[in-house]
C-alpha cells in the first residue's frame, strides 16, 4: 500500500487496488522479490516462515509501522474501525464504510483531515474529534489549523476540538460515542486514525536496541545496535533536527532520505554525510486549501525556549492577481534570533505550497540566513509565481528582519 494515499481509497480512487505501489522497479533492476514472514534469526542467517533460512552479510529492516488501537470501552463494536494499512483490511473497511451515511473520525492529523475532505465528497455527513485544541496539532500552530478546520466546516464537516472519546456504545448498525464532556454522539461508522506505532517486533526477535515508543534504535549512518544491520523508515529511531531528541514522526519522504542514505553506506561510507535529524516536512490539501509545513513551529520553538523571531507575509502566487489559477499564499517563517537560521516554516494556499515547503525545508537543511534568503536570485512568470515584488519567501523574510533591527533599535 501506498500510506499517504489511503484516504483517497474512499472517493477519488476506484478501489483499494489502485492504491498498491507496482513492483515494476523492483523486477527492473533485478532485485530478487522473495513473499514471505521473517520469523526469528540464527547468526548471520535469517528464518521464515516456513522454515527457509536466508543468508546475509548485510540486513535492512524497513518493517514499517502498526496503528495505534486505543484502550477505549467499545472499540472491539463492529463499525469502529482502526484505520490501517494492511490490504485486505482496508477493503473491508472500504466497502461497509460506503454504505454509511454518517461517518465519525478520531484524530485530527494530516491523515484523519484528508479522510473527512474525501468521506464528505463522496456525500458522507462527517464528524472530527481531535483531543488536540486545534488540527493538526503536532504539525502546525493553531491559527493555521484554524484555517484547515474553517475549510472542513464549510464543506459541511463537524470539528470538535479539546474533547476526547471515552467510550463506544449503541446496539445495532448505530454507534453512541461518548465525549470526554459529557456528550454523546449517534453515527453509523467511526474511523480510529490516531497515528501508527513503529513496528519492532522484529528488533525485539532479533536482540537488537529498540525503544517501544520511537522504534529500532540507529545511529547516524541508521545502523543499529549490530553494525552490519541497518533499519529505516517508521520502525527506525528519528531524531529532532534541532534538538537531537528522539522524534515520533513517519513520513515517506523521511523514509525515502533514510533509504537513500543507508544504501549509499552499506559496504563503505560512501556519502559522507550524517543524517542529521527530521524536519518534518510534509504537505496536505483539502478542498481547494494546501498546506505545507517543515522545521519547527513557533508552539515548539517556544516550547524548547529558543529566541526567535517570526516573519510573516500574504501574496498571490500569479501576477497579475486577476490571472486564472490565483490563489492566495500565506506564509509564517521562524528564524532564530540571533544566528538569524531559519528554523521553520508554514504555507497555506494553491497547489504551488508543496513545492514552496520543499524548498523551505532545503532553505532550512542549509542553514541559511535571513539575509541570504532576502538575497535569492528567483525565476518569476506571471502563470507560475507570485511577482517578484511579492514573493512570499522573501518578504515574510524581510518582515522578520524588520523585526528584529526594530528590536535592536528599541534596545
Same mark, same amino acid.
Given at each position: 500500500?501506498?500510506?499517504?494515499?489511503?484516504?483517497?481509497?474512499?472517493?477519488?480512487?476506484?478501489?483499494?487496488?489502485?492504491?498498491?505501489?507496482?513492483?515494476?522497479?523492483?523486477?527492473?533492476?533485478?532485485?530478487?522479490?522473495?513473499?514471505?514472514?521473517?520469523?526469528?534469526?540464527?547468526?548471520?542467517?535469517?528464518?521464515?516462515?516456513?522454515?527457509?533460512?536466508? &543468508?546475509?552479510?548485510? $540486513? /535492512?529492516?524497513?518493517?514499517?509501522?502498526?496503528? %495505534? +488501537?486505543? !484502550?477505549?470501552?467499545? @472499540?472491539?463494536?463492529?463499525?469502529?474501525?482502526?484505520?490501517?494499512?494492511?490490504?485486505?483490511?482496508?477493503?473491508?473497511?472500504?466497502?461497509?464504510?460506503?454504505?454509511?451515511?454518517?461517518?465519525?473520525?478520531?484524530?485530527?492529523?494530516?491523515?484523519?483531515?484528508?479522510?473527512?475532505?474525501?468521506?464528505?465528497?463522496?456525500?458522507?455527513?462527517?464528524?472530527?474529534?481531535?483531543?488536540?485544541?486545534s488540527l493538526l496539532p503536532g504539525s502546525v500552530d493553531p491559527e493555521f489549523g484554524a484555517k484547515i478546520?474553517?475549510?472542513?466546516?464549510?464543506?459541511?464537516?463537524?470539528?470538535?476540538?479539546?474533547?476526547?472519546?471515552?467510550?463506544?456504545?449503541?446496539? &445495532?448498525?448505530?454507534? $453512541? /460515542?461518548?465525549?470526554?464532556?459529557?456528550?454523546? %454522539? +449517534?453515527? !453509523?461508522?467511526?474511523? @480510529?486514525?490516531?497515528?501508527?506505532?513503529?513496528?519492532?517486533?522484529?528488533?525485539?526477535?532479533?536482540?537488537?536496541?529498540?525503544?517501544?515508543?520511537?522504534?529500532?534504535?540507529?545511529?547516524?549512518?541508521?545502523?543499529?545496535?549490530?553494525?552490519?544491520?541497518?533499519?529505516?523508515?517508521?520502525?527506525?529511531?528519528?531524531?529532532?533536527?534541532?534538538?537531537?531528541?528522539?522524534?515520533?514522526?513517519?513520513?515517506?519522504?523521511?523514509?525515502?532520505?533514510?533509504?537513500?542514505?543507508?544504501?549509499?553506506?552499506?559496504?563503505?561510507?560512501?556519502?559522507?554525510?550524517?543524517?542529521?535529524?527530521?524536519?518534518?516536512?510534509?504537505?496536505?490539501?483539502?478542498?481547494?486549501?494546501?498546506?505545507?509545513?517543515?522545521?519547527?513551529?513557533?508552539?515548539?520553538?517556544?516550547?524548547?525556549?529558543?529566541?526567535?523571531?517570526?516573519?510573516?507575509?500574504?501574496?498571490?502566487?500569479?501576477?497579475?492577481?486577476?490571472?486564472?489559477?490565483?490563489?492566495?499564499?500565506?506564509?509564517?517563517?521562524?528564524?532564530?534570533?540571533?544566528?538569524?537560521?531559519?528554523?521553520?516554516?508554514?504555507?497555506?494556499?494553491?497547489?504551488?505550497?508543496?513545492?514552496?515547503?520543499?524548498?523551505?525545508?532545503?532553505?532550512?537543511?542549509?542553514?541559511?540566513?535571513?539575509?541570504?534568503?532576502?538575497?535569492?536570485?528567483?525565476?518569476?512568470?506571471?502563470?507560475?509565481?507570485?511577482?517578484?515584488?511579492?514573493?512570499?519567501?522573501?518578504?515574510?523574510?524581510?518582515?522578520?528582519?524588520?523585526?528584529?533591527?526594530?528590536?535592536?533599535?528599541?534596545?
Amino acid at each position: 500500500m501506498i500510506p499517504c494515499g489511503i484516504p483517497y481509497v474512499f472517493y477519488s480512487l476506484d478501489s483499494v487496488d489502485d492504491d498498491i505501489l507496482p513492483d515494476t522497479i523492483i523486477h527492473n533492476n533485478k532485485v530478487e522479490l522473495i513473499i514471505g514472514e521473517v520469523v526469528s534469526r540464527d547468526g548471520k542467517f535469517i528464518i521464515m516462515k516456513d522454515g527457509e533460512r536466508l &543468508g546475509f552479510d548485510k $540486513l /535492512v529492516l524497513a518493517a514499517g509501522s502498526l496503528p %495505534i +488501537k486505543p !484502550d477505549i470501552p467499545g @472499540i472491539d463494536k463492529h463499525g469502529v474501525y482502526i484505520l490501517s494499512k494492511d490490504r485486505d483490511e482496508l477493503i473491508k473497511m472500504r466497502n461497509e464504510i460506503i454504505s454509511k451515511k454518517n461517518v465519525l473520525i478520531v484524530g485530527g492529523g494530516y491523515v484523519g483531515i484528508e479522510l473527512a475532505d474525501q468521506l464528505s465528497s463522496a456525500g458522507k455527513s462527517v464528524t472530527i474529534i481531535e483531543m488536540m485544541p486545534s488540527l493538526l496539532p503536532g504539525s502546525v500552530d493553531p491559527e493555521f489549523g484554524a484555517k484547515i478546520q474553517e475549510t472542513l466546516e464549510k464543506q459541511g464537516n463537524t470539528v470538535i476540538t479539546g474533547v476526547g472519546v471515552s467510550a463506544f456504545g449503541g446496539n &445495532g448498525a448505530e454507534i $453512541l /460515542v461518548d465525549l470526554n464532556n459529557g456528550k454523546q %454522539i +449517534k453515527t !453509523d461508522a467511526v474511523i @480510529i486514525s490516531i497515528g501508527f506505532r513503529p513496528n519492532t517486533s522484529i528488533a525485539d526477535n532479533f536482540g537488537l536496541d529498540f525503544d517501544p515508543v520511537f522504534g529500532i534504535e540507529v545511529d547516524e549512518y541508521l545502523r543499529t545496535s549490530e553494525k552490519n544491520i541497518f533499519a529505516i523508515g517508521d520502525c527506525a529511531t528519528k531524531r529532532n533536527c534541532f534538538t537531537g531528541e528522539f522524534r515520533k514522526i513517519m513520513l515517506a519522504s523521511t523514509a525515502m532520505s533514510q533509504g537513500r542514505l543507508a544504501g549509499s553506506n552499506l559496504y563503505a561510507i560512501n556519502v559522507v554525510k550524517t543524517f542529521s535529524g527530521t524536519l518534518g516536512s510534509f504537505a496536505t490539501k483539502v478542498g481547494n486549501l494546501s498546506l505545507g509545513a517543515t522545521g519547527l513551529t513557533e508552539t515548539q520553538a517556544k516550547g524548547m525556549g529558543m529566541k526567535y523571531v517570526v516573519g510573516q507575509a500574504e501574496t498571490i502566487d500569479r501576477h497579475p492577481g486577476k490571472l486564472p489559477g490565483a490563489s492566495k499564499i500565506t506564509l509564517k517563517l521562524i528564524y532564530a534570533q540571533y544566528t538569524h537560521v531559519l528554523l521553520g516554516a508554514q504555507i497555506l494556499g494553491g497547489d504551488s505550497v508543496g513545492e514552496a515547503a520543499n524548498m523551505l525545508s532545503v532553505m532550512i537543511q542549509k542553514k541559511m540566513t535571513d539575509m541570504e534568503i532576502d538575497t535569492l536570485q528567483i525565476g518569476t512568470h506571471p502563470l507560475l509565481t507570485s511577482s517578484p515584488l511579492g514573493y512570499a519567501i522573501i518578504n515574510a523574510t524581510v518582515n522578520a528582519i524588520m523585526k528584529w533591527y526594530h528590536k535592536m533599535e528599541n534596545d
